[in-house]
């Protein structure tokens, strides 16, 4: 069997899909990744096969947070995103048997499925990602939305919701099918996600909320076991002191400042700091003992030596954090972040900081709440209901069914 996974967006949507890609290869099938240029690298040097589609995103997160698209800017980023879909997933797609579409912008996925003649399965990497009577949709910063105050029901919200994919992607998703004889699509989200998704996400961590409309299989989050050594230089850090927080905002945007307001916070607290620089490149103002700042590294091996790691709630630091055992701060900035932020804190296993930029003052309430007792003893616990084979049981599933 040869599978296609199909995906458009930062790390947390390419490392599931490169994750599952290798269970797949393990289990003697054929995986081909079609995703960003910025991952190609990284899966060829796991021996997987990769077709990059559109241009890097990496400079994607030096943008002013909260800048916006004007409609103009909008309209050509959305015709050339599927433009660029249908030309590199419909090449990458000889030879499959199915496609399978990892997040909500993997826009051409379904339609080049339909055009072979080939299965199609989408998968999601957070609940709230999918339609629920039980969770508002989220919010793509992109658009300049906001997230819900509770005041309208969130079925109404979820028509809205259809209602914006139709005018934001119909008419570039549209004109494309035309051009490959398919017909016209009358709801873009439902196209997408189909009836029947598969939800990528740790059902302790991340539970599908039932009864529901869609028939959802959870399969587990995609985890790749990293086995990379920690540097010396941070294995000696590490070992000099008391375990540090964690400060990191991975591939997204992070708010001005932020790299000041976390050593801050960290020394208000009397810990030492670890700084990820990711996408934004977060730097230090001076070189201090209490602090080091890193470039990519095994966040699986780094958060079981941490007190803490405070980051954006991307669902795949936030599993790794939760498998480690890690208390949690989540400073959310968009989509599924808000998410994870509210069920960290409901879990007990850590803290949501309130909506907007954080400040040394309200970074470090958040982040003494996390480190209290309770918070630990309680995080330390639900690691070991974390699973690790997502994406081993989504790849038997694809070849029990394709």
Not at 296 to 311: E, G, I, P, S, Y
Not at 314 to 334: E, F, K, Y
Not at 365 to 393: E, F, I, N, Q
Request: net charge negative.
């Amino acid at each position: 069997m040869r599978v296609l996974l199909s995906t458009i967006g930062s790390r947390g949507e390419a490392q599931p899909v490169i994750a599952l890609a290798v269970r797949l290869r393990e289990s003697g099938q054929e995986a081909v990744v079609c995703a960003p240029p910025d991952f190609q690298e990284w899966a060829e040097s796991l021996g997987i096969t990769y077709v990059p589609v559109g241009p890097e995103l990496h400079a994607t997160a030096k943008r002013p947070m909260g800048a916006v698209p004007t409609p103009e800017q909008r309209r050509q980023m959305i015709e050339g995103t599927v433009a660029d879909q249908f030309a590199a997933v419909g090449s990458a797609a000889e030879g499959c048997d199915v496609i399978v579409g990892g997040g909500a912008l993997a826009i051409a996925a379904h339609s080049v499925a339909e055009q072979r003649g080939i299965g199609y399965v989408y998968a999601a990497f957070a609940p709230i990602t999918l339609p629920s009577p039980y969770h508002a949709p989220p919010v793509f910063g992109l658009l300049g939305q906001k997230p819900a105050d509770g005041t309208v029901g969130n079925q109404t919200l979820w028509t809205q919701d259809a209602r914006r994919w139709n005018v934001l992607w119909s008419a570039a998703l549209d004109a494309q099918r035309e051009a490959v004889g398919l017909a016209p699509v009358s709801d873009v989200s439902r196209h997408i996600f189909t009836d029947t998704p598969w939800l990528a996400a740790d059902p302790t961590l991340a539970p599908w909320p039932e009864p529901s409309e869609l028939n959802v299989f959870q399969t587990g989050a995609w985890t790749l076991t990293d086995r990379r050594p920690l540097s010396p230089e941070l294995e000696q850090f590490l070992d000099a002191g008391e375990p540090p927080i964690y400060f990191g905002f991975g591939s997204v945007r992070a708010p001005e400042g932020i790299a000041r307001t976390m050593i801050a916070t960290a020394r208000a607290l009397g810990r030492r700091a670890i700084l990820a620089r990711g996408w934004a490149e977060l730097s230090l103002d001076e070189a201090a003992p209490d602090c080091l700042a890193i470039g990519d590294v095994n966040q699986q091996a780094l958060f079981q030596r941490v007190a803490a790691a405070v980051h954006h709630g991307g669902a795949g630091t936030t599993t790794t954090a939760a498998a480690a055992g890690a208390p949690q701060v989540i400073v959310p900035q968009m989509f599924d972040q808000f998410y994870f932020a509210r069920r960290v804190d409901q879990l007990g296993i850590g803290s949501a900081h309130p909506v907007g930029d954080p400040t040394t003052d309200s970074l470090t309430a958040a982040l003494r709440r996390a480190v209290g007792p309770h918070v630990v003893k309680t995080a330390h616990a639900l690691a070991s209901r974390v699973r690790t084979d997502g994406a081993l049981t989504t790849a038997r599933r694809l070849i029990e069914t394709y």
